[in-house]
Every structure is written in structure tokens, then in C-alpha cells.
């Protein structure tokens, strides 16, 4: 099919430069070339590969549902759960009692709640601790030093633990004038944590060392 111009006449291909009519042609036959030379090539040095069709993958059967083991059963032992009990009417009249002596130092106590737990199909037993409700109890210095502090109180509820944390804050100085003990405030500024305890005198003795974890007494 030809191509047409606009106005539809067949479209000319410009004729040659007339230049080009008066130019000499050299003689290829006395051309040197440099560089020029190359092997045959052959077009069937490098055949087409041929396509190969994806295989198809048989599908994978369904895993096997693995069994679902029995839920271990647990076992609680707990110890010294008095603070989280609700008291009788006995445990609230009882409150501790000291000797009439004329220091006594007042703490904080922040009581510790040990939960030994056992699993029955293993044997394997670990603990868990907890804190039960901040309080406020009398207690009479026996020893302290920078390592250890050694107290005696009543305590006849049971309240203070093992791992309990104590922090003293106050004196209590009987005042012959007054009949009544007044609070100075105590010289240390410390967290306890209760080690062992023993009966003692009616009370307990207890042995405690410094403190790792410091609770917010201020509330």
C-alpha cells in the first residue's frame, strides 16, 4: 500500500544529493582493513532451550493433629495467709502488746505472702510471693548494725513472715510528766527483710538483713 500525502498524491521519496552524481568512488578492492577481521559466526552455536513444562506438585496430605496434653494439676500449700483471711472477731481484739519500758520503735511493715506450689505429675514444686496490706506495729530493738537488724515484738496475730519487709520511722520515748509515750523520729532510714524468726519471751525474735525491694511507705 502506498503512502499518500495529504492532498492524496503518492508520496515521493526525495531523490539523491546531485553532489553525489560528480563524486569519485574509491576502489574497495585496495581498501585495507584494520582490525576488521572476525571467526564465522554461527548462528547455531547457542540453540534455544527448550521449555520445559512445570511439573505439578501433588498436594501435601493434612498434618496429624498432635494429642493436647492433660492440664497439670496443681497442688497449693499455703503458709502464713492470715493477712488475706478475713479476721474473727478474736484475731481483731488482739493487738500487740509490749513491756512498759521506756523506748520502743515504731515500723512499718509490708507483711510477705509465700505460696508453695507442687505439680502432681512432675513432682516439680517452686514458690510464688506476693504482699498482703501495709501496717503499722511496736517493736523492741535487740541488735542493729549496718548488716543485720534484730527485733522483738508480740505480734499475736502472726502478721510478720519470712521475706516480710519492715522499715522502722520512729521512737516511741515514755514521758514520766505526761504518763504517755511521744515519737521522735527514728535515725535510720532503712528497708528490713525478715530472714527467720523464733519464739521468744511470749513473742517472736526476728532476724532481718538489708532490703532489695524498698516499698512506698508514705501513704
Keep these: ?14 531523490s539523491p544529493n546531485p553532489l553525489v552524481k560528480e563524486q569519485e568512488k574509491w576502489d574497495s578492492s585496495k581498501l585495507v582493513f584494520h582490525n576488521f577481521t572476525w571467526d564465522e559466526i554461527r548462528s547455531n552455536a547457542a540453540p534455544r532451550m527448550k521449555r520445559q513444562e512445570p511439573k505439578r506438585i501433588a498436594d501435601l496430605p493434612p498434618p496429624i493433629p498432635e494429642p493436647i496434653p492433660a492440664p497439670k494439676q496443681e497442688t497449693c500449700e499455703r503458709e502464713n495467709l492470715k493477712t488475706n483471711e478475713t479476721p474473727n472477731r478474736q484475731q481483731e481484739d488482739k493487738t500487740f502488746d509490749l513491756p512498759h519500758i521506756k523506748y ?25 510471693l506476693s504482699y498482703g496490706r501495709k501496717m503499722v506495729f511496736p517493736l523492741i530493738v535487740v541488735e542493729s548494725n549496718d548488716f543485720s537488724f534484730d527485733f522483738w515484738t508480740s505480734d499475736p496475730n502472726e502478721q510478720i513472715t519470712e521475706r516480710s519487709i519492715i522499715y522502722p520511722f520512729s521512737y516511741e520515748v515514755y514521758n514520766e510528766e505526761t504518763g504517755s509515750y511521744d515519737r521522735v523520729p527514728y535515725d535510720e532510714y532503712r528497708w528490713w527483710k525478715v530472714i527467720s524468726k523464733e519464739r521468744k519471751e511470749g513473742g517472736w525474735l526476728f532476724k532481718s538483713v538489708p532490703s532489695e525491694t524498698q516499698p512506698d511507705f508514705s501513704e
Design 1 to 14: 500500500m502506498a503512502i499518500s500525502n495529504k492532498d492524496g498524491s503518492v508520496y515521493v521519496i526525495k
Design 104 to 128: 520502743k520503735v515504731i515500723s512499718h511493715c509490708l507483711p510477705a505472702i509465700v505460696q508453695k506450689k507442687k505439680d502432681s505429675l512432675y513432682g516439680e514444686s517452686w514458690e510464688r
